[in-house]
């Protein structure tokens, strides 16, 4: 954080910082050589759905990937609440 940013700002930086850190989690652990061209939308978004199904919660054990991103994603709900529930008086302003 820069000096002079408040408690505020640093939660927003944190907050941003895990969300990066969860989309790039979770783009290395979908990464499949399945994805080809697609009738429409729909298609696209029922063929996601169906790999997301089976890769995430049909399989046993659990991807090895899962052991990442899953706590990156919390921390970033965590991060987003606090950033976004912060008081603003909470800098002193």
């Known amino acids: ?3 002079g ?3 505020t700002a640093e939660r ?3 907050f941003i910082g895990y969300s990066l850190v969860t989309i790039i989690l979770l ?3 979908f990464y499949n050589a399945h994805m080809t061209f ?3 939308y729909f298609h696209m978004i029922s063929v996601y759905c169906k790999v997301l199904w089976h890769r995430f919660f049909w399989r046993w054990p ?3 990937m899962s052991f990442f991103y ?5 921390l970033t709900i965590r991060e987003g ?3 976004f529930t912060s008081p603003h008086d909470l800098d002193g302003d």
């Open 38 to 40: 697609y009738h429409n």
């Open 5 to 7: 940013e408040g408690e």
């Open 1 to 3: 954080p820069k000096k």
């Open 81 to 83: 609440w606090y950033a």
């Open 70 to 74: 899953i706590p990156a994603l919390v």
């Open 12 to 14: 927003m930086n944190r």
């Open 62 to 64: 659990p991807r090895f």
């Open 27 to 29: 783009m290395l652990s």
